[in-house]
C-alpha cells in the first residue's frame, strides 16, 4: 500500500491499511491513522498528527512550520482528526509558543489551495471553499461554512453553522447560526438554508432570528442587547450559544446592515 518511489522516515508511525502514492515525504515525529490515503506528492513535517480515514490529495503540506516572526524553534504539533478530505496545495501550519498547536478536527472538507496558521482551533464538519486563507490564532466552530478566496484574519471567530460568503475580509467576528455577506463584512440573516439541512425545526430557526433582530434591528448597541436577549428570548442552546459568543468575542462581533 506504500509506493516504491516515496520516502518514510523510519521513525514514522503509519497505521493499518494506509495508502501511500508516490513522490510523498514523509518525516520522523509524524503519526497516520488507519485506512489514511496520501494521494501523492504530499509532504508530511514533523509535528503532525493524522487521524484515521484522511484523504490527502497532491500538494498538501502537514505540519509545516509556522509563517511567524515569534517562532523560535519550539516543539509543537498540528492535530488533524477523522475522516478530513484536504485537496491540492492545501498548508496546514503547526502551533507556536502560544498555544503549541495547531487543532483540526474531524469530517471536515478543506478545498484546493487553502492555509491554515499556526494555533488555529477548527471544530468538525466545516467546508472551508478553495484558497481561503486563515490567518493564525484563529477559531471557526462545529459545521461552519466558509466561501472560496476569503480572508480571516488573526484572532478571528466564527461560530457554529454560521455561512460566511466567498471573497470577504473576516475582520470581525461571524456569530453562529448566522449569514456573513457584503463587504466589509456584516449580517445579512440566518443561516436557515444550512440549519434546515440540519434538522432544526422552523421553531428554533425562528427563535435564532429574533435573536439577531434584537442584536443588529433594534438600535441597541451590544451590552444593551445582550439584557434585552436574557430577558426577552426564552432560554434554549441556541439563545446561549449566541450569548455565550457575544460575551466571549474579544474582536467585536460584524456590523449589521445599513
Known amino acids: 500500500m506504500i509506493h516504491k518511489l516515496t520516502e518514510i522516515h523510519p521513525d514514522a508511525k ?16 509524524v503519526e497516520i491513522g488507519d485506512g489514511t490515503e496520501l494521494i501523492s506528492h504530499v509532504t508530511v ?9 484522511c484523504k490527502i490529495f497532491p500538494g498538501a503540506v502537514i505540519g509545516a512550520i509556522p ?42 472538507l478543506i478545498m484546493a489551495y487553502c492555509h491554515v496558521g499556526h494555533d488555529c ?16 490564532e484563529v477559531e471557526i466552530d462545529d459545521w461552519a461554512v466558509v466561501g472560496g478566496a476569503c ?32 463587504d466589509p463584512i456584516s449580517y445579512v440573516g440566518v443561516n436557515s438554508v444550512g440549519l434546515n439541512r440540519r434538522g432544526f425545526t422552523q421553531e428554533t430557526i425562528n427563535l435564532i432570528a429574533d ?3 434584537i442584536i443588529y434591528l433594534r438600535g441597541y448597541n451590544h ?18 450559544d449566541i450569548i455565550n459568543f457575544l ?11 445599513k
Open 223 to 240: 451590552t444593551q442587547a445582550l439584557e434585552v436577549l436574557k430577558s426577552e428570548i426564552k432560554q434554549c442552546a441556541e439563545r446561549d
Open 211 to 213: 435573536c439577531y433582530r
Open 45 to 53: 513535517l514533523d509535528g503532525a498528527r493524522i487521524g484515521k480515514n
Open 14 to 29: 503509519i497505521g493499518k491499511d494506509v495508502k501511500i502514492g508516490p513522490f510523498c515525504n514523509i518525516a520522523g515525529d
Open 67 to 108: 509563517q511567524d516572526l515569534k517562532f523560535k524553534g519550539e516543539y509543537t504539533t498540528l492535530e488533524l482528526g477523522d475522516n478530513n478530505t484536504i485537496r491540492e496545495c492545501v498548508t496546514l501550519n503547526r502551533g507556536t509558543a502560544s498555544r503549541g498547536k495547531t487543532v483540526i478536527g474531524s469530517n471536515n
Open 121 to 136: 482551533v477548527l471544530g468538525n464538519h466545516l467546508v472551508i471553499s478553495n484558497d481561503t486563507q486563515i490567518a493564525g
Open 151 to 182: 480572508a480571516v484574519v488573526q484572532f478571528s471567530k466564527i461560530g457554529k453553522h454560521a455561512m460566511v460568503s466567498g471573497k470577504l475580509g473576516v475582520i470581525k467576528d461571524v456569530p453562529p447560526y448566522a449569514k456573513a455577506g457584503r
Open 247 to 257: 460575551e466571549s468575542s474579544t474582536r467585536g462581533i460584524m456590523k449589521g446592515p
